[in-house]
């Protein structure tokens, strides 16, 4: 079955440290993969996404996720966090011939100064 | 509008009562989902419309759920006889419609915070 673990609920970091949050995934097949941003009282904004090729993606905001297969991890990234950054974060896989992205639980992230 | 919009914002209801969701998508999308963002929970998929093909309904939770798409565009989720387990965003998205999830991103509108007394 298809599955998305975020296994971090929330997560405080200072602003301008790094930022590392951790996906792990389940799925039949080779998944697509998916970083989404949720800020208070808005939709949820598509960070980046990976299928196949370099296993570093880039995304918008500075942000980037590397895929590992061994570890079926997809761990998002961003060397220096800003305030702005506060919000919480999606991960989501899908695969071929599917109707629907599957989320994890979200990791909810709060900057400090 | 540019994006995703949905109405009511905020709904608050009564157990028993029934309540309708509306989404607008982004103009010319063809695709169209609904989720349910639970307290604690994931985004749970709903439903999906893809043009005139028959809808995916597989995420309906129970009977007691329902949606439309009338004309291709605007789309309306319908609860009966609302439970409080059903408090929850219900976030609508949409998409061009193409063959592959990869390619076709999703644009998710703010969403409907559901409460049920």
């Known amino acids: 079955a298809q599955s998305v673990t975020q296994p971090d609920i929330h997560i405080t970091v200072s602003e301008g440290a790094s930022l590392e949050l951790r996906c792990n995934y389940s799925?039949?097949?080779?998944?697509?993969l998916f970083w989404y941003v949720q800020s208070p009282g808005q939709g949820l904004q598509l960070l980046l996404k990976y299928f196949s090729g370099d296993t570093l993606v880039q995304g918008i905001k500075g942000f980037e996720a590397e895929f590992k297969r061994s570890q079926s991890s997809f761990n998002l990234r961003k060397p220096s966090v800003h305030w702005s950054d506060a919000a919480e974060y999606f991960c989501?896989?899908?695969?071929?011939?599917?109707?629907?992205?599957?989320f994890g639980t979200g990791t909810r992230l709060t900057v400090i100064p | 509008g540019a994006g995703v919009s949905q109405s009511p914002s905020n709904k608050v209801t009564e157990k028993g009562k029934d309540v309708e969701l509306r989404c607008d998508p982004i103009?010319?999308?063809?695709?169209l989902y609904w989720y349910r963002q639970s307290l604690g929970q994931g985004l749970e998929f709903l439903i999906y419309f893809q043009g005139n093909s028959a809808p995916d309904k597989s995420g309906l939770p129970s009977d007691r759920f329902s949606a439309e798409r009338t004309g291709g565009s605007v789309s309306t989720l319908t609860i009966q006889r609302t439970q409080q387990e059903d408090s929850a965003v219900y976030l609508c998205?949409?998409?061009?419609?193409?063959?592959?999830?990869?390619?076709?991103?999703?644009?998710f509108g703010p969403g409907t915070r559901l409460t049920v007394l």
């Open positions: 103009s010319g999308h063809t695709a």
């Open positions: 799925y039949g097949a080779t998944p697509y």
């Open positions: 998205a949409s998409s061009r419609g193409r063959d592959s999830l990869f390619t076709d991103t999703q644009y």
């Open positions: 989501a896989a899908t695969g071929t011939g599917a109707n629907n992205l599957f």
